[in-house]
C-alpha cells in the first residue's frame, strides 16, 4: 500500500473522509486509488495558477548581438507588461504583434537598442525588438512571469507551490474532477458540477481563448510586413 504523508497525505485523508472512501484502504479497493488523487489535486494546481497568477518568478534573458527570439520555459502562463534592461535601467514594453504593425512598421527588422517585446506563450519565445546590436551584448532584460508549479506533488515532493489559503480550492477542484470520474460507482455530474461552480465562485472562471489568442500566434519567420 503507497503511504503519502505530509500536507499532500493530509489533503487526501480529507477527500477520502469527504468522498466516504475510507474502507479499503489497507487492501487498495477504495473509488479513487492514491495515484488519482494525486492526479486530480495536480490538476487543481494548475488550475489554480492559471486562473489566479499566484505563483511568481522572474526569466532572465542575455542579449546577444544579433538575435531577436529568445526561448522561456513552458512552465510560463503569464508576462508582466515591463521588462526591465540592465544595460541602462530602462524598461522593455509588451506590445503584440497588431500594436507593432501599425506603430513601429519596421519593428520585424529593426537592430539597436530593445525597447519593446512580444510574447509566444504557445512556442514558448519572446522576441525584442529591435534587434540588440553588439553594444547591449550580454547585457540582462529581466522579464516578471506567473508560472505553473515548478514540480508535481509526489510521494516525495509532498507540499503544493500554493499558498496554504487556496488549500481547499485544490479539494474543492479535486471533488470535481472526482465526481467526473468515467465509473458507474463514481460519476456524479450533480455533484461535479457544484464543486466547479464552489471553485470557480472562489478561484475564477476559466480563461477565453480568444482572448490569450493575440498573445498566442508564432511569428512568421519575422518576415518584414509593409503597412499599406
Known sequence: ???????????????????????????????????????????????????????????????????????????????????????????????????LDYNRTTWRSDTGAPIDFVVYTNTHKIVITPEPTGVYNNYTITVPVKVLPTTPLSVVNTTPEVNSRYYDDLKTFALYMAYSKQDAETKDEKRAATYLSLFEMSVGAGSDANIERIMKEEPSTLRVMVRR
Not at 475510507?22 to 488523487?37: K, M, Q, Y
Not at 507588461?81 to 506590445?95: H, M, T, V
Open 1 to 99: 500500500m503507497t503511504v503519502v504523508r505530509g500536507i499532500l497525505g493530509d489533503l487526501i485523508n480529507q477527500l477520502r473522509n469527504a468522498t466516504r472512501d475510507t474502507e479499503g484502504v489497507e487492501n487498495n479497493t477504495t473509488l479513487w486509488d492514491i495515484e488519482e488523487w494525486i492526479d486530480y489535486l495536480n490538476s487543481a494546481q494548475d488550475e489554480i495558477c492559471r486562473r489566479a497568477l499566484v505563483l511568481s518568478d522572474n526569466l532572465s534573458i542575455i542579449a546577444k548581438a544579433g538575435v531577436k527570439s529568445y526561448d522561456i520555459s513552458d512552465k510560463v502562463i503569464d508576462v508582466e507588461e515591463r521588462a526591465y534592461f540592465s544595460y541602462d535601467g530602462s524598461y522593455l514594453i509588451k506590445r503584440s504583434e497588431s500594436w
